[in-house]
């Protein structure tokens, strides 16, 4: 209970910061501690979602010095629930997994689970150790602990070698990319006189790079942005009467701007003074998409709450994309809410403002910071007067005007409680309007249908489909059932059991599976294994009557048929499921089923 107390409070705050559980590694600590709560819980036979509910005493008693967990109270609670939800699943996956391992191992008489499988189930399926060996201990098996043991600290090695390797870099890295780059590139006009200060060829500093090679170059100040809070790196050029290089990339090496380049023609040397050319239609296209993401950012939180958070941006020439907690898919209303809001500041041709102030300074104005992020004592902040205020290093227009207009393309989940958006401005939308509208005036050509009616149409054309679809149904399944005969024909007498082992007319798995119980109820005792060619690939289902299963289980033998035509699968005691990929090997396996019920019997 102290740990589950516990745990409550940590996901609490840390979700209330901003922090939400995913695979990065702030948020799967986070869901490491959360999924810990749950499975003690368990322990307790508390078997629905309940840390959510735990997470409001916690808002109760903490409050009155933490008064921020009151906004946060309910956006906490539907993601830890939302968490919780998500863990059972994953929790019924391992089960299923473990049942079928421990069929398995049951079958070859063993009583021990081995350390490669409890690792296994630990590390993919995500089932905590306590709970693997509280699961083998109700199948009368013990866990190879020191099996476990060496395959988490093979595991730990591994990663310690690569972070290892990883430190080695940084200290190479370090010694040549020293002291910090000035950025001169707000505002850019046109190409910068710049001089050569550093040159790495292979992870190694050289005197020059010449035609033909890749590198990188550092120069005293560059008007090149390289890669930060998601605004991609620069491109362009570096040139004199020597030679000329293609930026083709611009990153921060330390505090150092390096320049990605692929040397066109001649040679550059370090000392050389260089024309640094920005490629300055994909810097304006840039610009606006950046810009576009500070008032999308500012129109969520103004339709969904303020518990929105940026999670993540990538902010390229051609798109921008844009990730933020919240705990549930838009509506279609909240997207075109959020869509007009943007629009509507960008008609509004609002001029931005950029000053640079003390951290402190910038906080207290309103300016948005972003979780996580390291600032330096003084920041940049970027404001659309009245309705944005972010602290960005980045490039951005004008006014709110050079955007032109702004178009959401799509909405996904990435993790519990974060949602991600794509969008188009500017020219990218126009042509995304473009399209659209080729695409109506095609249906409206070849339907002869009003635009108003194409909805209509299709609802009426998937109404129809789904009727074919039923009747393609209800002629298989009467097929299938007047096949009946032929197919328990197939049944043989194997060491006293019954199997029928059969390929039937291509079908989906549903229909498969319910033609397989079928057959199962005839034969009252014994083995139903059936396959299918389907869309160029092999569907098998094997059923095994519940009195013959222990020494058949179901998930065993459709392993064994499954490798005969290059696939694999699992599934429980009385029913399991594959997937080949050799579908001309299909009747040969057919065939081969019976020797491979017959092998496990004598087995």
């Not at 126009?430 to 108003?452: C, G, M, P």
């Amino acid at each position: 209970m102290r740990i589950i107390a516990d745990h409550a409070r940590a996901a609490t705050f840390v979700i209330a910061d901003g922090q939400y559980p995913g695979n990065d590694k702030r948020g799967y600590v986070l869901r490491k501690i959360m999924r810990r709560a749950v499975v003690h819980g368990h322990k307790l036979r508390v078997q629905e979602p309940f840390i959510y509910r735990i997470s409001g005493a916690v808002v109760d008693v903490m409050k009155s010095a933490y008064p921020e967990l009151v906004a946060a109270r309910e956006t906490v609670a539907r993601v830890i629930k939302t968490e919780e939800e998500a863990f059972a699943e994953t929790l019924a996956g391992g089960l299923r997994d473990f049942y079928d391992r421990a069929s398995a191992i049951a079958a070859s008489g063993s009583k021990v689970l081995p350390g490669k499988d409890a690792f296994f189930l630990y590390d993919t399926r995500g089932l905590p150790f306590e709970i693997i060996e509280d699961l083998a201990l109700e199948q009368g098996l013990a866990v190879d602990e020191a099996g476990f043991t060496r395959a988490l600290d093979e595991q730990r090695a591994r990663s310690r070698q690569d972070y290892q390797a990883g430190k080695v870099r940084e200290a190479v890295a370090e010694a040549i990319f020293a002291g910090k780059t000035p950025f001169v590139g707000y505002g850019y006009t046109g190409p910068v006189r710049a001089r050569i200060v550093a040159i790495v060829l292979d992870g190694e500093s050289s005197e020059a790079i010449a035609a033909g090679q890749n590198g990188e170059i550092v120069l005293d100040a560059t008007p090149f942005y390289a890669e930060a809070g998601g605004q991609v790196g620069d491109t362009g050029s570096l040139s004199n009467e020597r030679g000329r290089a293609r930026v083709v990339d611009t990153q921060y090496r330390g505090m150092v701007i390096s320049h990605r380049v692929e040397m066109a023609g001649g040679r550059l040397e370090v000392g050389d003074e260089v024309e640094a050319a920005v490629d300055i239609e994909k810097r304006r296209l840039t610009m606006k998409n950046h810009t576009a993401t500070h008032l999308l950012h500012a129109a969520l939180k103004t339709v969904l709450g303020p518990h929105v958070k940026q999670a993540g941006s990538l902010v390229a020439q051609d798109r921008l994309r844009f990730d933020f907690t919240h705990f549930a898919p838009l509506s279609a209303a909240e997207l075109r809410k959020v869509e007009r809001l943007v629009n509507d500041h960008i008609w509004g041709n609002l001029p931005l403002r950029t000053e640079v102030m003390e951290l402190d300074q910038a906080m207290t104005s309103g300016a948005v910071a972003l979780f996580g992020e390291k600032y330096q004592d003084r920041v940049r902040v970027v404001e659309v007067p009245g309705f944005s205020k972010e602290l960005c290093g980045g490039t951005h227009v004008s006014a709110t005007g050079d955007i032109g207009v702004f178009k959401i393309v799509s909405q996904e989940s990435i993790a519990a409680g974060v949602r991600r958006l794509e969008a188009l401005t500017g020219p990218g939308a126009f042509q995304r309007f473009l399209e659209d509208e080729e695409l109506l005036d095609r249906i409206q050509s070849e339907y002869r249908v009003a635009r108003h009616d194409i909805p209509a149409l299709i609802e009426r054309l998937q109404g129809q489909i789904r009727s074919l679809e039923r009747r393609v149904t209800e002629l298989e399944t009467a097929s299938a059932r007047s096949g009946m005969d032929r197919f328990l024909a197939a049944t043989r007498q194997v060491s006293g059991v019954k199997v029928l082992a059969s390929e039937v007319p291509q079908m989906d798995r549903e229909r498969m599976r319910g033609l397989a119980d079928e057959l199962k109820q005839k034969l009252g005792s014994g083995v139903v294994i059936l396959g299918t060619p389907q869309d160029g690939k092999v569907a098998l289902v094997v059923m095994v009557t519940r009195d013959i299963s222990q020494r058949l289980p179901a998930g065993k033998i459709v392993r064994e048929i499954a490798a005969l035509v290059g696939g694999s699968g699992g599934g429980r005691a009385e029913l399991a499921e594959a997937g080949g990929k050799d579908p001309d090997k299909l009747a040969d396996a057919i065939q081969q089923s019976y020797a491979v019920v017959e092998s496990m019997l004598s087995g």
